[in-house]
């Protein structure tokens, strides 16, 4: 009887075996899944290959906005930016293109940028939003200041500090602006849903291109 019930296991574990390599050989003949692709193409005077993004790449409508983190209407205009794109989560791609014209502006973009490296993007640009009397409009950008921010949102300070200084920040700042100026666009913020500029600079007014892009979308 022994006998009879180590052969049944013994049975039992070939089969398992058996059936555990055959489902790794299957999952591994498996192509890779695929990425989703945009549904709406934009040409990259709009929306660059490296361009900060949020929200669903293959979503049909894009908010794209030109900005200076060191604008006080880009500041004031923040929080109801971040409750709209909360309201059209998951039916829109919102992208940041930057139009730096103050003293401060580079640095504080360099500082985003330098956040995003350690996944703090979008945090240190409501940072800087919300709190401008701490950094901005003084006669210097100051990096200090900068690297006391990227410490209250827990970043490695030694990391940040060198990712500070990386020149490809002002190297994408500047290709931005001469993206914008191409655009026309002729201050910040200032936005474009798809390719169509937003020209009342009001939320309602973003709104509402914003729905009539999803509704065409839907009809398509």
Same mark, same amino acid.
């Given at each position: 009887?022994?006998?009879?019930?180590?052969?049944?296991?013994?049975?039992?574990?070939?089969?398992?075996?058996?059936?555990?390599?055959?489902?790794?050989?299957?999952?591994?003949?498996?192509?890779?899944?695929?990425?989703?692709?945009?549904?709406?193409?934009?040409?990259?005077?709009?929306?660059?290959?490296?361009?900060?993004?949020?929200?669903?790449?293959?979503?049909?409508?894009?908010?794209?906005?030109?900005?200076?983190? #060191?604008? #006080?209407?880009?500041?004031?205009?923040?929080?109801?930016?971040?409750?709209?794109?909360?309201?059209?989560?998951?039916?829109?791609?919102?992208?940041v293109r930057y139009m730096p014209y103050h003293k401060s502006s580079m640095m504080a973009?360099?500082?985003?940028?330098?956040?995003?490296?350690?996944?703090?993007?979008? #945090?240190?640009?409501?940072?800087?939003?919300?709190?401008?009397?701490?950094?901005?409009?003084?006669?210097?950008?100051?990096p200090e200041i900068f690297k006391g921010f990227a410490a209250q949102l827990g970043l490695d300070i030694?990391?940040?500090?060198?990712?500070?200084?990386?020149?490809?920040?002002?190297?994408?700042?500047?290709?931005?602006?001469?993206?914008?100026?191409?655009?026309?666009?002729?201050?910040?913020?200032?936005?474009?849903?798809?390719?169509?500029?937003?020209?009342?600079?009001?939320?309602?007014?973003?709104?509402?291109?914003?729905?009539?892009?999803?509704?065409?979308?839907?009809?398509?």
């Amino acid at each position: 009887m022994k006998k009879e019930l180590k052969i049944i296991i013994g049975l039992l574990l070939a089969v398992i075996v058996g059936f555990t390599a055959a489902f790794v050989i299957y999952k591994n003949s498996l192509p890779p899944p695929q990425k989703p692709t945009p549904t709406v193409s934009l040409p990259e005077k709009y929306v660059r290959p490296d361009s900060a993004a949020k929200g669903p790449l293959d979503a049909s409508t894009t908010l794209i906005e030109f900005l200076d983190p #060191e604008c #006080e209407a880009c500041a004031a205009f923040y929080p109801s930016v971040k409750e709209m794109l909360k309201d059209y989560e998951g039916r829109i791609r919102f992208v940041v293109r930057y139009m730096p014209y103050h003293k401060s502006s580079m640095m504080a973009i360099a500082a985003t940028e330098a956040a995003g490296v350690q996944g703090k993007y979008w #945090e240190m640009q409501e940072f800087l939003f919300l709190n401008p009397q701490l950094w901005s409009h003084r006669p210097a950008a100051d990096p200090e200041i900068f690297k006391g921010f990227a410490a209250q949102l827990g970043l490695d300070i030694v990391k940040f500090a060198a990712d500070l200084k990386n020149p490809a920040w002002a190297q994408k700042a500047q290709r931005d602006m001469a993206d914008g100026m191409d655009l026309e666009v002729g201050g910040t913020p200032s936005f474009f849903v798809n390719t169509t500029p937003v020209q009342d600079l009001s939320i309602s007014a973003i709104r509402n291109l914003l729905d009539q892009s999803l509704k065409l979308a839907e009809q398509k």
